[in-house]
């Protein structure tokens, strides 16, 4: 896959970034090159290799999956300016 100037500019226009042409010019050698890269990358043989999710052997920690409230119901409520019990209050917007 290649990258020509018109859809530089376009990408370009549609991630609202203004670039000049020689800027354009130069950022279609780059993501050309970037995307050869990954083309080669696609050529590797990857058969009997297993996912990681690091290069370095770790087990995840779990946790037990139980239901809290969390118990800080006061803390999360202390700098509101309005609250009742563990509440926040709000003014009324909707009649």
Do not use: H
């Amino acid at each position: 896959m290649s990258v020509d100037l018109a859809t530089v500019k376009r990408v370009a226009r549609l991630a609202r970034i203004a670039v000049t042409e020689e800027e354009a010019q130069r950022m279609t050698g780059e993501l050309n090159g970037i995307l050869g890269f990954v083309e080669q990358l696609a050529e590797v043989d990857v058969t009997g290799v297993e996912p990681m999710t690091s290069v370095t052997e770790q087990k995840m920690r779990w946790r037990p999956d139980v239901v809290a409230d969390g118990g800080k119901a006061m803390d999360v409520t202390a700098n509101a300016p309005d609250t009742a019990e563990q509440f926040f209050l709000v003014p009324k917007v909707v009649d």
